[in-house]
């Protein structure tokens, strides 16, 4: 193993090591604009210059590789000279339009040069014009202005989707990032392109000129686009998200997430179910509660616990689950329990799955496996044969494209004795969203599932609330709560234990974290998701915890 | 010189010819390499004191000793006959009149050192040689040269001409390499040098049109003649390309280390400055080399003398300049030029040449301040250590060689607010003959 000095401290690291990730074993952050950690290593920006002994000319440190004996100044006079040229160099065509740039706030040449450069401007000359707004594909604007040329947008098409859309074309400081004759920047992850470019040069159609993004706050969170539950910063400004970005966890989702589930963060504003219903009537929660307690109190008594039937949505998260299971149990007294939820859709390699539902493994887990739990189908024969009078249903998915399937679902709602539902949405617009995840609205000939419930009661979003899902490969994944629920919505967790007082049991918890200790610290062990425990903490601090510090994105 | 080593047929019609060329020895050279082993044939060119003639000179035997021989998958001969360096026009002579040279030259490089397949790398502008090398490899597949089991050894080659999209950049050899393969010319970063990893991958010995046009000389006559006939650590007879307001301009073969004088005033070569010029420096292979001042004049064209005034041979085209040139100008002209060229990749080169252009035309516009010459110093200063490729730092060796050899004149701009020297047309540039 070689042994490196970097500024006079010496270390010994892995062959093959860079001069850059020994240096941020180290602890110095060395500033690079086109190293990526996820990507090849072009060494184009020169930002990343350090100072070898013997070696005349300043060395790429994302590129150059750690020999043993080697001594390496990250900060001397020369370096630090070398960072406020290239710096320097970068502005000479840059039109320092930060005002009016998305970026501003989050932006490696804004922060590089307050760090580095910082100096009275010595550029008089005319600046190279460049394309201002050039949407590369329906996802994104390019502004070739902007650009640094660091080429990670290109890199990122070539070696992580391989769609190979984007190029460099023309030459010197006239370059430009172009498509491919008769291409688009349209692959399921285009908008990664707009995360790892460090500057303001490509912008998110769906972003563009939204929010400053020093007004933002951020939160941990999860996507709830499919159930491989990409790790996100959900950004969101006045009670509203603005937007997703990834997360990085290198076991869920690396640095990346799709188009598509980028696009679910207009699920929890758009549709929304905003207050408890009773018939037609919008009421205050204490009606709805007394409600529910008078309806369900009489059918309960009427009715065989074999007449009465829960769907359980895996849109909801592990604690609203277990609120669920215990609801079922001990005030519904039923084991009829079906799956809800969204349909299945599109998949490719990459990370998009085709169930579109972020917590199917967490009813798996909370409920012991899903033998207990029967498909929906099944629901809709056992209530055409007239077996089910009562249903509690979780969210308004159904989840099939079959549309018989559904008409007939619809009809038998029509005869049941008494219908709850407890959902997030009014169903008024149309699963799946189009692709920019504007939901059209619904044909409504057909009552909605709201219209036809007996009692609707409003629950929030993951967004509004701490919560788990289990993703696809049993990783248990925390998210947290970003505002206060919206409009009269409460967490399911919530409503199952405010029903479940009010019908005389003992279901409610004072804390989440006490219901989470009966839910995962009691579970039998080969019950559990198999990686719940390690990574409850790993993707909270995701930073590479388990292995040495590699420099930033 | 008495004899013409690789100008023999440059003032022929017919020297393109195999039939003329092999009336003149052609061949013998490769016929004599395939009864050598690889490793004398190595040895020789290391012993010739043959230097890389494309700009770097790099000694070309030590260059070759680079190739693995002990790998199994094909390697490359890739030519550089992209020539593009402002000034030089001596490759093209070879491509033109004497392609069999260069082809034989090829035939043994592939014989040493095991190389499968040869790509001639020609410059788009020069395209009318292609047809030229063209029929010459033709002719040579028709005689067995060229094929399998060349000249009766298990060497198999072959030879391809490739024409460059045109771009100066595409003349570096990795910028070559990634144009060969139907990418941009974008430099890679060196290591892995293409010895190692070069075009496909695979080990690729990259040398210049004259380099490689040297070798049949140098196994024909021995390395002991050629290097004597040029000075230390620079063997061989040499081509010279002569521009500039002199007398004959052109290109002349004359010994590897032969002063700047005897080039510029002998009347077998560039018979001195045309009447009424006056010399105010020389540039002495190439734009990229510092320019140098008639103080110099008795500097002999050797790397190493060069270098020691902080110049370059390069490719030993030497640019001649008259005092009525303004400095300024050709600066400028010369940064506009790297500006152009420059692939775009490298920050420093991308935007540092331009807005160097832009300052030098501020300059020579009478809108230049006494800060900017600091400023092009500094600034080009920091082009020259911190790139992928050396066309960047060309720009530096030129500013900075400019500002220190003729600060007068960048002073009397600033000062007086226009150039003092008298502008230029088109027409200055038209052949005495049409006045
Ligand atoms: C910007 C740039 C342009 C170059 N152009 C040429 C060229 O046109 N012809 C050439 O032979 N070498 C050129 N070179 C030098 C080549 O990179 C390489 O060193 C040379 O072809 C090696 O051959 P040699 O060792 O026989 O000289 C250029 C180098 C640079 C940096
Ligand atoms: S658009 Fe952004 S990511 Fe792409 S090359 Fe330009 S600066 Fe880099
Ligand atoms: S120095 Fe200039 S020409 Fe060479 S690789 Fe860098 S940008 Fe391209
Ligand atoms: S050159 Fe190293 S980060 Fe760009």
């Not at chain 1, 090591?17 to 184009?44: K, R, W």
């Not at chain 1, 509203?240 to 699920?267: A, F, L």
């Not at chain 2, 050899?405 to 540039?429: M, R």
């Amino acid at each position: 193993m070689p042994k490196v000095t970097i500024n006079n401290e010496e270390i010994e690291v892995d062959d093959g090591t860079t001069v850059m990730e020994a240096a941020a074993q180290l602890g110095y952050d060395i500033p690079h604009f086109c190293y990526h950690p996820a990507l090849s290593i072009p060494a184009n920006c020169r930002m990343c210059l350090v100072e070898v002994e013997d070696n005349p000319d300043l060395q790429p440190s994302c590129h150059m590789p750690v020999n043993d004996g080697m001594e390496v100044h990250t900060e001397s006079e020369r370096v630090v000279k070398a960072r406020k040229s290239v710096l320097e160099f970068i502005l000479v065509n840059h039109p320092v339009d930060c005002p009016i740039c998305d970026q501003a706030g989050e932006c490696k040449l804004q922060d590089y040069y307050m760090a580095y450069d910082a100096q009275e401007s010595r550029l008089r000359t005319e600046k190279v014009d460049g394309v201002k707004v050039y949407p590369l594909g329906p996802e994104v604007v390019y502004d070739g202005e902007r650009c640094i040329l660091c080429t990670r947008c290109v890199r990122f098409c070539e070696e992580i989707t391989e769609t190979d859309e984007l190029t460099t074309a023309q030459r010197g400081d006239h370059t430009e990032i172009r498509t491919f004759p008769g291409q688009e920047l349209d692959n399921n992850y285009s908008m990664c392109t707009v995360d790892i470019c460090p500057v303001g040069a490509l912008t998110a159609r769906d972003f563009r000129f939204k929010c400053r993004v020093w007004l933002m706050n951020t939160t941990d969170s999860v996507c709830t686009g499919c159930s491989q539950g990409c790790n996100i910063h959900l950004d969101h400004f006045r009670n509203e998200v603005q937007r997703y970005r990834p997360r990085y966890n290198p076991d869920v989702n690396d640095y990346w997430m799709c188009d598509p589930g980028r696009y679910t963060y207009k699920e929890v504003h758009q549709d929304r179910l905003e207050d408890p219903m009773v018939g037609d009537n919008v009421v205050n929660w204490h009606a709805a509660t007394q409600a529910y307690v008078s309806t369900m109190d009489e059918a309960l008594d009427t009715f065989e616990p074999s007449e009465r039937a829960m769907v359980l949505s895996p849109q909801v998260s592990c604690e609203g689950l277990h609120q669920a299971r215990r609801f079922a149990d001990e005030v519904l007294e039923t084991d009829r329990l079906y799956m809800g939820g969204k349909p299945g859709g599109e998949s490719d390699d990459l990370l998009m799955n085709a169930d579109k539902n972020p917590n199917r493994r967490g009813i798996e887990y909370v409920f012991g496996g899903l033998e207990a739990v029967d498909s929906f189908e099944s629901l809709v024969d056992a209530m055409e044969a007239g077996e089910i009078r009562v249903l509690h249903m979780m969210n308004k998915h159904i989840p099939t494209t079959d549309d018989a399937l559904r008409a007939r679902f619809v009809d038998a709602v029509a005869d049941l004795d008494l219908f709850v539902l407890q959902a997030m949405h009014r169903g008024e617009m149309v699963f799946p969203p189009d692709h920019r995840g504007d939901f059209p609205a619904a044909d409504l000939d057909d009552p909605t599932l709201v219209e036809l419930a007996d009692i609707a009661l409003p629950s929030s979003s993951h967004a509004e609330q701490d919560g788990t899902f289990v993703n696809e490969d049993g990783i248990a994944q925390p998210f947290s709560q970003s505002f206060k629920p919206l409009y009269n919505s409460q967490p399911d967790w919530q409503i199952f234990g405010r029903l479940g007082d009010e019908m005389g049991h003992s279901l409610s918890y004072r804390r989440l974290a006490d219901l989470r200790e009966e839910m995962f610290g009691d579970a039998e062990d080969d019950a559990k998701p198999k990686t719940l425990d390690d990574k409850q903490s790993k993707s909270r601090a995701p930073a590479d915890a388990a292995t040495q510090p590699t420099p930033a994105e | 010189m008495d004899e013409k080593i690789l100008s023999k047929f440059f003032d022929r019609d017919d020297g393109h010819k195999l039939e003329v060329y092999e009336d003149h020895g052609g061949y013998d050279a490769a016929r004599k390499a395939a009864e050598m082993s690889r490793e004398e044939i190595v040895n020789e060119v290391k012993a010739s004191n043959l230097r890389g003639r494309g700009g770097a000179g790099f000694p070309a035997g030590v260059k070759w000793s680079f190739i693995p021989q002990e790998t199994e998958e094909d390697k490359y001969l890739v030519v550089n006959a992209d020539e593009g360096e402002p000034g030089t026009f001596k490759d093209r002579q070879i491509m033109q009149r004497d392609p069999h040279q260069l082809i034989e030259g090829c035939i043994i490089t592939a014989m040493a050192l095991d190389l499968r397949y040869c790509y001639i790398y020609i410059r788009g502008e020069l395209k009318f040689t292609e047809d030229i090398i063209q029929d010459a490899i033709e002719e040579c597949y028709d005689k067995g040269y060229l094929g399998e089991d060349i000249f009766g050894t298990d060497q198999d080659l072959d030879i391809y001409t490739h024409i460059s999209a045109g771009a100066y950049i595409c003349g570096e050899e990795t910028g070559m390499i990634e144009g060969l393969e139907g990418k941009p010319g974008k430099p890679r970063i060196k290591p892995p040098f293409p010895a190692i990893v070069g075009v496909f991958d695979a080990p690729t010995l990259v040398n210049n049109v004259e380099s490689i046009a040297c070798v049949p000389p140098v196994i024909n006559r021995g390395a002991e003649w050629f290097a004597n006939l040029g000075v230390e650590k620079n063997g061989g007879p040499k081509l010279y390309g002569l521009s500039g307001p002199i007398k004959n301009p052109g290109v002349y073969e004359a010994p590897s280390g032969i002063t700047v004088r005897e080039l510029l005033e002998s009347p077998e070569y560039g018979g001195g400055m045309k009447e009424g010029k006056e010399l105010k420096a020389y540039i002495p292979g190439g734009s990229s080399c510092a320019v140098l001042t008639p103080d110099e004049l008795d500097r002999e064209m050797s790397f190493e003398a060069m270098r020691e005034v902080g110049s370059n041979l390069g490719t030993g085209c030497v640019t001649f300049v008259d005092q009525d040139t303004c400095m300024v100008r050709l600066a400028a002209r010369l940064a506009h030029f790297y500006h152009h060229e420059s692939c775009g990749q490298c920050t420093p080169c991308r935007d540092g040449t331009g807005w160097s252009a832009k300052v030098l035309d501020a300059i020579e516009a009478g809108r230049g301040r006494h800060e900017d010459l600091d400023l092009l110093e500094d600034m080009t200063g920091q082009i020259e250590h911190s790139t992928i490729c050396a066309l960047g730092p060309s720009l530096t060796f030129v500013v900075h060689s400019y500002l220190d050899k003729f600060p007068e004149e960048f002073e009397a701009h600033i000062e007086q607010g226009e150039c003092p020297f008298p502008s230029w047309s088109l027409d200055d540039t038209k052949p005495a003959a049409a006045e």
